[in-house]
């Protein structure tokens, strides 16, 4: 894990009897929260890279088998029989290689998880591309796989990076800002764009939306790792 030595739990501490609810102090202690945690650049960078890959796998889930029908001549029913195995297995395995990758790389760098992250996003391009335009069968269902697999080596990493950029006693609040921040600017918006896209002008478009999305995701991630080992250092220090 990336969790410093030696950082402890703060527990709340209990309001007296009596304490009148009062929202307006509540609001004001959560922006105060919030303040707090995107001073952390790693935190910040890490929730926008984390929203825009929401943004392309949510998106790329909903409109693929359409796609493989549509464009590939697939059946739909086979098409979405062929979607969700590539999205399990090579997703299952993704994950996998991400965390015994990200812990091989923390002993070289403590860039390593959002380094891996970032360029799994990357390199997950060009594989998305091919699975996009090429007609053939035994060439678009192998490169949709090493995509899925690229795009999933980061899912354990992220998680561990915004828990562990995060004060002790913000990270309930960190991990539920970040539940929020990638279902409102990923996976919610994104079947809607491409689909807005593909309206205006055409279904493979409308996809290549996810791919732009891809891009953005890698380089955010890639942004926020320079600011890492610092802001694993700032929680760690003493209050």
């Known amino acids: 894990g990336m969790d410093a030595p030696g950082a402890s739990f703060s527990p709340p501490v209990p309001e007296p009897r009596g304490a009148e ?36 796998i949510g998106g790329m889930a909903f409109w693929m088998p359409r796609y493989l029908e549509t464009i590939k001549g697939v059946s739909f029913e086979e098409s979405n029989h062929l979607t969700g195995a590539v999205v399990a297995l090579a997703g299952l395995f993704g994950t996998l290689a991400g965390g015994f990758g990200g812990d091989f790389l923390m002993r070289r760098t403590r860039r390593a998880y959002l380094l891996l992250s970032g360029a799994g996003v990357l390199l997950a391009i ?82 290549l939306l996810a791919v732009g999305a891809m891009l953005v995701s890698g380089a955010l991630l890639l942004a926020g790792s320079r600011h890492l080992p610092g802001d694993l250092d700032a929680v760690a220090r003493p209050a």
Do not use: K, M
């Open 126 to 207: 060009p594989f998305a591309l091919a699975a996009i335009f090429s007609p053939e069968r035994r060439i678009y269902v192998p490169c949709l796989s090493a995509a899925v697999f690229c795009l999933f080596l980061n899912t354990g990493l992220l998680n561990a990076v915004i828990v562990s950029v995060s004060p002790p006693r913000l990270r309930s609040t960190a991990v539920a800002a970040n539940i929020v921040i990638i279902h409102v600017l990923g996976d919610a918006p994104s079947p809607f764009l491409i689909g807005w896209v593909s309206d205006l002008s055409s279904l493979q478009a409308g996809i």
């Open 21 to 56: 609810f009062s929202y307006p102090e509540r609001l004001r202690q959560a922006v105060a929260s919030y303040r707090l945690l995107i001073r952390s650049r790693s935190y910040l960078f890490t929730n926008l890279g984390y929203a825009a890959l929401t943004f392309a």
